[in-house]
């Protein structure tokens, strides 16, 4: 079973740039998916983005309120994921969380796909 563990979630200003890792152990991530989610104090668990991992890069897909701003990538020799979140605003305040589904997931935008979670870090933009 694949256990995930976040990191690098802090207090930026507004404008500024984050990375978030994702490290995974206890199995190969490759052909599989892996989300980031994020909930804010008060609201639901919100898809972020996701890539899928195959080869030696993999497809992304991003929700509509980071297009633009938001990258994920990967790092096949560390098995580890990154989220670079770039002119970030207030509203990206939130918990993030790294999710991951195996290959051939569907509705891969869906947190209920996904099989392992890590802990999530915090992460807060001011303003």
């Known amino acids: 079973q694949v256990q995930l563990v976040e990191s690098g979630g802090r207090l930026v200003q507004s404008g500024g740039s984050l990375r978030l890792s994702c490290a995974a152990s206890?199995?190969?991530?490759?052909?599989?998916?892996i989300a980031w989610f994020r909930q804010a104090p008060g609201k639901e668990r919100e898809f972020v983005g996701y890539?899928?991992?195959?080869?030696?890069?993999?497809?992304?897909t991003y929700a509509d309120s980071v297009v633009g701003r938001f990258t994920i990538s990967r790092d096949n020799a560390k098995n580890t994921v990154y989220l670079q979140m770039d002119s970030l605003k207030p509203e990206d305040t939130a918990v993030y969380y790294c999710?991951?589904?195996?290959?051939?997931?569907?509705?891969?935008?869906?947190?209920?796909?996904?099989?392992?979670w890590g802990q999530g870090t915090q992460v807060t933009v001011s303003s």
């Open positions: 206890g199995q190969t991530i490759s052909g599989s998916f």
């Open positions: 999710a991951f589904a195996p290959w051939g997931s569907r509705w891969v935008t869906e947190s209920s796909t996904y099989t392992g």
């Open positions: 890539i899928n991992i195959s080869g030696r890069g993999g497809t992304s």
